[in-house]
């Protein structure tokens, strides 16, 4: 934000390198699940090694998201994509749905439905980061993000009872460069 000392006029600038970010939370986990958790953990090395994730509260789409739509030409980029082969004349996405492309996650911010032609236009946020090319899929049903570890001191508390881990939240952050 930029605030005119003359005028009090005010403008505002978006920059780009919008990030996903996530919370986990674990409360209290058996010995077998604690186990996984800790293998994962190992696997990650810290925010060295990476895993995809998504919204599990949204695995899938409010909208119909029927057929197999991909990019409608290209190079595509900014807040909104052309795409084809979607059930023709149907809604495929609602405001709200998540959809993938490449390795980025996409938040819809307006509804889309389908033409005759099963063309449609999606609008979401945020930017396209790599520019989309005529082919490229478009994933609907558990779309994901490349995430990592979010800091290198995430590790849960030990506790000597039967249940091996105690509550802890790991954070995780999107790789934009992934």
């Known amino acids: 934000m930029f605030e005119s000392p003359f005028n009090g006029g005010i403008q505002t600038l978006e920059y780009p390198g ?3 970010e996530a919370s986990l939370a ?3 986990l ?3 699940r604690a ?3 800790d293998v994962l953990l190992l696997k990650l090395a810290g925010m060295a090694n990476r895993l995809w994730l998504w919204d599990h509260a949204f695995a899938m789409p409010n909208g119909l998201a029927g057929g197999t739509p991909v990019v409608d030409g290209g190079p595509q980029t ?3 994509l052309a795409i084809r082969g979607c059930a023709a004349s149907q809604l495929f996405l609602v405001a709200g749905d998540y959809f993938q492309l490449g390795s980025q996650l996409f938040r819809m911010t307006e509804d889309a439905t389908a033409d005759a032609s099963g063309r449609t236009t999606l609008v979401f946020e945020s930017s396209i980061r790599n520019a989309a090319t005529d082919g490229a899929t478009i994933v609907t049903t558990k779309p994901k993000a490349l995430m990592m570890l979010a800091d290198d001191n995430q590790a849960p508390r030990r506790s000597g009872r039967r249940l091996v ?3 802890f939240t790991l954070k995780f952050r999107e ?3 992934g």
């Open 78 to 80: 900014g807040k909104s």
């Open 18 to 20: 919008a990030y996903w």
């Open 30 to 32: 058996n010995k077998a």
């Open 35 to 37: 186990t996984e958790l």
């Open 165 to 167: 881990l105690s509550s």
């Open 26 to 28: 674990f409360d209290n």
């Open 175 to 177: 790789d934009i460069y």
